[in-house]
């Protein structure tokens, strides 16, 4: 299994951009799909998730700036950030969570892809 992130990007704060992240190999379903990011000097933390049911969590800190939203047909999440801060820069990195292969149940994580949000 295989998850490829792209979107990142340079962005002035108030700006928008779009995450996009897609998994591929032989997977029969995902859980869950989200998004998590990793400050200097801190474990990485949870940006946004969402089940295949439809259940979305937040963090606080994008509450009714960041919007989660999954294609299950495509095995792909997508992360719309608006109302971008300085403060949200950072490496942005995709997780699909309990994806059932042939091969068993794990978890996958993508290579970050870097969000700069300038001031």
């Known amino acids: 299994v295989q998850l490829q992130a792209s979107g990142g990007g340079l962005v002035q704060a108030g700006g928008s951009l779009r995450l996009s992240c897609a998994a591929s190999?032989?997977?029969?379903?995902?859980?869950?799909m989200g998004w998590y990011r990793q400050p200097p000097g801190k474990q990485r933390e949870l940006v946004a998730r969402t089940t295949t049911g439809g259940i979305t969590d937040y963090a606080d800190s994008v509450k009714g700036r960041f919007t989660i939203s999954r294609d299950n047909a495509k095995n792909t999440v997508y992360l719309q950030m608006s109302s971008l801060k300085p403060e949200d820069t950072d490496v942005y990195y995709c997780?699909?969570?309990?994806?059932?292969?042939?091969?068993?149940?794990?978890?996958?994580w993508g290579k970050g892809t870097q969000v700069t949000v300038s001031s």
């Open positions: 190999g032989s997977i029969f379903s995902i859980n869950n």
């Open positions: 997780r699909a969570g309990l994806v059932v292969t042939d091969t068993g149940v794990m978890d996958y």
